[in-house]
């Protein structure tokens, strides 16, 4: 299924009605991102419930010419959550007879911002949770944008104070991230 937003084209992956996420974004004939690692988002309750399995219910158009992708996640129990006692060990949370399920609300509109004589488009992105008794206190956004639709040839900009080089490019064996990275065992 693919949204068409002015200057825009955003893919939704699907498979066996799971919504996985959004693939492939073009800017016209430009791939913004590649669809073979869809944008998807993690979500955890204090309460020891993540939500991380999607199924799409709606896109709904607005009259500005954004859309609004609606999705829903059943909670999936987490007996260990994000805290400590005052021993600092981990916290345990027992399971409820009724997992929640939690309405997500990803929106997107186009915006056209005017420097000098030049014209740059973009997408203005907000993300809307209910989640009735169970509220999030933690999320993560699991994506990447690479103009062309790979990183390699990239340059990233660290956003904080450091010592290294604020600019790194992009090599298909480089080490280096942002430190929003959380470290993983490497695939092979």
Not at 63 to 74: C, K, L, Y
Not at 85 to 92: E, L, N, Q, S, T
Not at 127 to 139: A, K, N, T
Request: overall charge positive; proline content about 4%; aromatic content about 10%.
């Amino acid at each position: 299924m693919k949204i068409t937003l002015k200057h825009f084209e955003i893919e939704l992956s699907i498979a066996e009605g799971r919504f996985l996420g959004i693939g492939a974004v073009r800017c016209g004939p430009t791939l913004l991102r590649s669809p073979r690692l869809p944008w998807t988002f993690y979500t955890e309750s204090d309460q020891g419930v993540c939500f991380e399995d999607y199924r799409l219910a709606k896109v709904v158009k607005s009259r500005g010419g954004g859309a609004t992708i609606v999705f829903t996640s059943h909670g999936r129990w987490l007996p260990r959550i994000q805290d400590a006692d005052a021993m600092g060990d981990a916290r345990i949370k027992t399971r409820r007879l009724a997992a929640p399920t939690a309405t997500f609300r990803w929106s997107f509109r186009p915006i056209t911002e005017r420097i000098c004589e030049n014209e740059w488009h973009g997408l203005a992105m907000q993300l809307e949770v209910e989640s009735p008794g169970v509220p999030l206190h933690w999320m993560i956004e699991d994506t990447t944008w690479e103009i062309g639709g790979a990183a390699a040839g990239a340059t990233l900009i660290q956003r904080d104070v450091s010592t290294m080089d604020l600019e790194q490019g992009v090599t298909r064996k480089g080490a280096f991230s942002t430190i929003e990275k959380f470290f993983t065992v490497a695939f092979r």
